[in-house]
Protein backbone atom coordinates (compact mmCIF):
# COMPACT_ATOMS: atom_id res chain seq x y z
CA UNK A 1 0.00 0.00 0.00
CA UNK A 2 1.67 3.08 -1.11
CA UNK A 3 1.22 6.37 1.35
CA UNK A 4 -0.78 9.55 1.07
CA UNK A 5 0.84 12.41 0.37
CA UNK A 6 0.03 15.43 2.66
CA UNK A 7 1.32 19.21 1.50
CA UNK A 8 2.24 20.94 4.62
CA UNK A 9 2.11 25.25 4.47
CA UNK A 10 4.89 26.27 6.57
CA UNK A 11 5.24 30.23 7.65
CA UNK A 12 7.84 32.17 9.28
CA UNK A 13 5.99 35.00 10.42
CA UNK A 14 7.35 38.60 10.13
CA UNK A 15 5.85 42.21 9.70
CA UNK A 16 9.06 42.72 7.10
CA UNK A 17 9.53 39.42 5.75
CA UNK A 18 7.04 36.54 6.16
CA UNK A 19 8.97 33.26 5.08
CA UNK A 20 6.68 30.41 3.49
CA UNK A 21 7.13 26.96 1.94
CA UNK A 22 5.41 24.28 0.57
CA UNK A 23 6.55 20.66 1.22
CA UNK A 24 4.77 17.33 0.25
CA UNK A 25 4.88 14.34 3.11
CA UNK A 26 4.70 11.02 1.96
CA UNK A 27 5.51 8.43 5.28
CA UNK A 28 8.43 9.95 6.86
CA UNK A 29 10.22 11.07 3.36
CA UNK A 30 9.78 14.98 2.47
CA UNK A 31 10.33 16.81 -1.09
CA UNK A 32 10.04 20.28 -2.20
CA UNK A 33 7.60 22.11 -3.89
CA UNK A 34 8.14 25.46 -3.17
CA UNK A 35 9.06 28.89 -1.27
CA UNK A 36 9.51 32.58 -1.05
CA UNK A 37 8.91 35.49 0.85
CA UNK A 38 5.77 37.66 0.95
CA UNK A 39 7.13 41.39 1.53
CA UNK A 40 4.41 43.46 2.42
CA UNK A 41 4.97 48.04 1.63
CA UNK A 42 7.09 49.32 4.55
CA UNK A 43 5.49 52.68 3.60
CA UNK A 44 2.21 51.51 4.63
CA UNK A 45 0.53 51.95 7.91
CA UNK A 46 0.71 48.97 10.03
CA UNK A 47 -3.19 48.36 9.00
CA UNK A 48 -2.42 48.27 5.37
CA UNK A 49 1.23 45.70 5.75
CA UNK A 50 -1.00 43.09 7.72
CA UNK A 51 -3.62 43.34 5.02
CA UNK A 52 -1.05 42.54 2.28
CA UNK A 53 0.32 39.57 4.38
CA UNK A 54 -2.90 38.20 4.50
CA UNK A 55 -3.44 38.82 0.62
CA UNK A 56 -0.21 37.34 -0.18
CA UNK A 57 -0.68 34.29 1.99
CA UNK A 58 -3.99 33.65 1.19
CA UNK A 59 -3.07 34.00 -2.93
CA UNK A 60 0.02 31.11 -2.16
CA UNK A 61 -2.37 28.81 -0.23
CA UNK A 62 -4.85 29.14 -3.17
CA UNK A 63 -1.79 28.56 -5.77
CA UNK A 64 -0.27 25.30 -3.78
CA UNK A 65 -3.31 24.09 -2.24
CA UNK A 66 -2.45 22.67 0.80
CA UNK A 67 -3.90 20.36 3.56
CA UNK A 68 -2.10 21.23 6.29
CA UNK A 69 -0.54 24.49 7.73
CA UNK A 70 2.13 25.30 10.10
CA UNK A 71 3.38 28.50 12.34
CA UNK A 72 6.32 29.41 14.41
CA UNK A 73 5.45 30.53 17.50
CA UNK A 74 6.31 34.05 18.60
CA UNK A 75 9.34 34.63 20.85
CA UNK A 76 9.70 37.60 22.85
CA UNK A 77 12.27 39.22 22.77
CA UNK A 78 13.80 42.80 25.28
CA UNK A 79 11.65 44.92 22.80
CA UNK A 80 7.96 44.82 23.49
CA UNK A 81 6.56 46.56 20.72
CA UNK A 82 8.52 44.54 18.66
CA UNK A 83 6.86 41.53 20.26
CA UNK A 84 3.62 42.93 19.74
CA UNK A 85 4.02 44.04 16.49
CA UNK A 86 5.18 40.23 15.10
CA UNK A 87 2.61 38.52 17.28
CA UNK A 88 0.15 40.50 14.83
CA UNK A 89 1.88 39.57 12.27
CA UNK A 90 2.02 36.20 13.64
CA UNK A 91 -1.85 36.14 13.83
CA UNK A 92 -2.59 37.16 10.39
CA UNK A 93 -0.04 34.14 9.41
CA UNK A 94 -2.17 31.85 11.45
CA UNK A 95 -5.56 32.93 10.32
CA UNK A 96 -4.82 32.98 6.31
CA UNK A 97 -5.16 29.09 6.41
CA UNK A 98 -7.68 28.98 8.75
CA UNK A 99 -9.90 31.06 6.73
CA UNK A 100 -8.82 28.55 3.91
CA UNK A 101 -10.22 25.67 5.90
CA UNK A 102 -6.46 24.05 7.16
CA UNK A 103 -5.34 22.87 10.07
CA UNK A 104 -3.09 25.14 11.47
CA UNK A 105 -0.40 23.84 14.01
CA UNK A 106 2.14 25.73 16.00
CA UNK A 107 5.80 25.28 17.04
CA UNK A 108 8.24 26.92 19.34
CA UNK A 109 11.42 27.65 17.53
CA UNK A 110 13.72 25.73 19.76
CA UNK A 111 11.80 22.54 18.48
CA UNK A 112 11.72 23.86 15.02
CA UNK A 113 15.74 23.89 15.56
CA UNK A 114 16.41 20.90 17.29
CA UNK A 115 13.60 18.82 15.15
CA UNK A 116 15.63 20.03 11.58
CA UNK A 117 19.53 20.81 12.97
CA UNK A 118 19.60 18.49 16.39
CA UNK A 119 20.17 21.51 18.36
CA UNK A 120 17.28 24.31 19.88
CA UNK A 121 19.77 26.72 19.80
CA UNK A 122 21.02 26.50 16.03
CA UNK A 123 21.47 29.94 14.26
CA UNK A 124 19.75 31.10 10.99
CA UNK A 125 22.98 29.36 8.92
CA UNK A 126 22.71 26.45 10.47
CA UNK A 127 18.94 25.98 9.45
CA UNK A 128 20.03 26.89 6.09
CA UNK A 129 22.32 24.31 5.42
CA UNK A 130 20.28 21.54 6.77
CA UNK A 131 17.06 22.45 4.41
CA UNK A 132 19.97 22.40 1.65
CA UNK A 133 20.75 18.51 2.46
CA UNK A 134 17.21 17.55 3.23
CA UNK A 135 15.44 19.28 0.48
CA UNK A 136 18.28 19.78 -2.29
CA UNK A 137 15.58 20.71 -4.95
CA UNK A 138 14.94 23.91 -2.83
CA UNK A 139 18.24 25.57 -4.21
CA UNK A 140 19.67 28.43 -2.66
CA UNK A 141 17.24 30.23 -0.07
CA UNK A 142 15.98 33.53 1.99
CA UNK A 143 16.84 32.91 5.21
CA UNK A 144 13.03 33.40 5.81
CA UNK A 145 11.92 30.82 3.19
CA UNK A 146 14.62 28.61 4.59
CA UNK A 147 13.00 28.92 8.27
CA UNK A 148 9.63 28.60 6.86
CA UNK A 149 10.56 24.86 5.17
CA UNK A 150 12.32 23.98 8.85
CA UNK A 151 8.20 24.74 10.17
CA UNK A 152 6.97 22.46 7.69
CA UNK A 153 9.64 19.86 7.98
CA UNK A 154 8.89 20.11 12.12
CA UNK A 155 5.39 19.38 11.16
CA UNK A 156 5.61 16.80 9.02
CA UNK A 157 7.96 14.84 11.71
CA UNK A 158 5.72 15.54 14.53
CA UNK A 159 2.06 15.19 12.60
CA UNK A 160 1.82 11.93 13.07
CA UNK A 161 2.72 11.52 16.72
CA UNK A 162 0.31 14.82 17.22
CA UNK A 163 -2.42 12.66 15.82
CA UNK A 164 -2.04 9.43 17.93
CA UNK A 165 -2.03 11.49 20.92
CA UNK A 166 -5.11 13.20 20.13
CA UNK A 167 -6.55 9.93 18.96
CA UNK A 168 -5.78 8.62 22.47
CA UNK A 169 -7.37 11.96 24.11
CA UNK A 170 -10.76 11.40 22.02
CA UNK A 171 -11.10 7.54 23.75
Known amino acids: MVPHTIRIFGIDPGLRRTGWGVIDCTGNRVS ?3 SGTVVPDEKLP ?17 AHDPDEAAV ?6 S ?3 STLKLGQARGV ?10 PVAEYAPNLIKKSVVGAGHADKGQIAAMI ?3 LPKAGPLAPDAADALAVAITHAHHRVHAARVAALGAR
Open 132 to 134: AVL
Open 46 to 62: LAGRLAGLHAGLAALIL
Open 79 to 81: NPM
Open 72 to 77: EETFVN
Open 32 to 34: YVA
Open 93 to 102: AMLAPAQAGL
